[in-house]
């Protein structure tokens, strides 16, 4: 009986410290901290070291939500929305603790470091030897250096979207997310456009704004063109009219922004979006009629001084911007047939072209940059990647719709992604864009699409082997009951 007594009062004596007074003194103590420090230091570094600690904490657990806060920092770029947070260099910050994370993660989940099999992750490795080998005879070393470590940054957001992204429903996330935060930096662009800041040019106002990603006419007109052929496809995909009317929104706001940029090369590059939907169609009358309708609309309700300039791309008058990148073009060959191996190194080209013909103008597209700065090496590692980018996606389209299949979304995704590239190398024509982190983002989303796809079709095979076998024995067991 006392041994009951004793054993009754053990187990209702409470703990001096439980967890939930260890939280509240934690949080007193945080408080008190922060407050002490707003005394001393600009509040707005308090509340962004709070928000740090909040996310960090998360991102331990969840690498998947820190790859979401990355990107939202990494597109709409804090430090320049917010110069008072520039110095927190938080893309730096976020990018590098994530990625550390993420290689953790990815080292205890497996036992060793596993890393999606692509050839897009070789040929992506061969354009930063491309650039590293450039260094030897560049004219800008400076400049080669500073390319070259930008390249590894996009480097680690591409490993860490392909070791982050391992599902369907993660791709859309992620995929739903860019063109989200993409439509908040066109309706800024929209609005300021209507409301005075854009810039006069002749008798035409342009379109300008945007960040770092996107710092001119074409650069916008780039990126709007980059997130149309998905906005269209999934469009068309979901069959909820919340989403349908989401996407037609974005739709239009991205081809609205991209025509009032005034950007020749951009509307060369929403050209070929168009051709390139004519051409997967299924329905090729019926969408050559449409097309054509949108067409007519679109050019009726452009302004005089819109239709002029577009006008231009078919003149045989150059005008001053024209003549200069064909002269950079021509300046960019020579250049190559003096340093045909490597190149005259990665970022370096206007340099170049000061030391051999005293003019410094980048090269203004995409073929020549390449060839002028990496050579035949970077020629050779840039263009396999630019490739296998449009060979992967088409496999994917082909394994998706060949059979029934759970994740539909990879085809329309890959379609989008085709015609994006597509519209990418048209614009490239003229814009040196080899760099630009657009290629580096669709080629990572493209090697999460393929991981999808390839498992999908490995777990098909299995149910058609058990079938067969199946089918096997019980034909073995028929004969053997004969």
């Not at 009951?4 to 408080?31: C, E």
């Not at 820190?66 to 008072?84: D, K, N, Q, S």
């Not at 082909?398 to 990879?410: D, G, T, V």
Request: aromatic share 14%.
């Amino acid at each position: 009986m006392a041994l009951r007594d004793q054993n009754i009062t053990v187990g209702t004596s409470k703990s001096f410290i439980t967890p939930a007074h260890v939280y509240w003194a934690a949080l007193i103590l945080i408080s008190l901290t922060m407050g002490a420090l707003a005394l001393f230091v600009d509040p707005l570094y308090v509340i962004a070291g709070i928000i740090c600690i909040v996310v960090g904490t998360i991102m331990v657990k969840y690498q998947f939500f820190g790859l979401v806060v990355y990107l939202a920092v990494f597109t709409l770029r804090i430090g320049e929305m917010y110069p008072a947070l520039a110095a927190l260099r938080l893309e730096l910050l976020l990018g590098g603790s994530l990625s550390v994370m993420t290689l953790l993660a990815n080292k205890y989940r497996y036992g060793s470091l596993m890393i999606p099999r692509s050839s897009l992750n070789t040929f992506f490795l061969f354009i930063l030897v491309a650039m590293g080998m450039s260094l030897m005879l560049s004219a800008c070393k400076d400049c080669t250096v500073d390319m070259t470590i930008e390249m590894v940054k996009l480097g680690i957001f591409f490993l860490m979207i392909i070791l982050n992204v391992d599902t369907q429903k993660r791709l859309e996330t992620f995929l739903w997310l860019f063109l989200i935060l993409n439509f908040k930096l066109s309706f800024d662009i929209m609005w300021g456009y209507y409301h005075g800041a854009g810039i006069v040019k002749g008798d035409l106002t342009r379109a300008s704004g945007g960040n770092s990603t996107m710092d001119n006419f074409n650069g916008i007109a780039i990126t709007m063109n980059t997130l149309i052929p998905f906005t269209y496809y999934l469009f068309l995909h979901y069959k909820s009219a919340f989403k349908k009317i989401i996407m037609g929104g974005m739709l239009a706001l991205f081809v609205w922004t991209m025509i009032i940029t005034g950007s020749r090369g951009g509307l060369l590059g929403f050209c070929a979006i168009l051709g390139l939907i004519w051409w997967q169609s299924k329905h090729k009358g019926v969408m050559a009629f449409g097309l054509l309708a949108f067409a007519l609309i679109a050019w009726t309700v452009l302004g005089d001084a819109s239709k002029e300039r577009y006008m231009t791309i078919f003149s045989d008058d150059l005008d001053e911007s024209s003549q200069g990148r064909i002269d950079s073009w021509i300046d960019g060959l020579q250049l190559f047939l003096t340093k045909p191996i490597f190149g005259v190194g990665a970022g370096a080209f206007a340099w170049a072209r000061v030391e051999n013909f005293g003019t410094y103008l980048n090269a203004h597209s995409l073929y020549i940059q390449v060839i002028a700065e990496l050579g035949l090496v970077g020629i050779t590692a840039y263009f396999c990647f630019i490739r296998d980018i449009f060979r992967v996606n088409w496999r994917t389209v082909k394994l998706i719709e060949s059979r029934p299949n759970p994740n539909r979304f990879l085809a329309p995704f890959a379609r989008a992604t085709i015609i994006t590239c597509g519209s990418m190398l048209v614009t490239g024509l003229f814009a040196h864009s080899a760099y630009r982190y657009t290629w580096y983002f669709m080629a990572a989303m493209t090697v999460v699409a393929e991981q999808i796809a390839r498992r999908n079709e490995m777990e098909f095979m299995k149910e058609d082997e058990a079938a067969a076998a199946a089918e096997a024995e019980g034909t073995v067991a028929e004969e053997g009951s004969l």
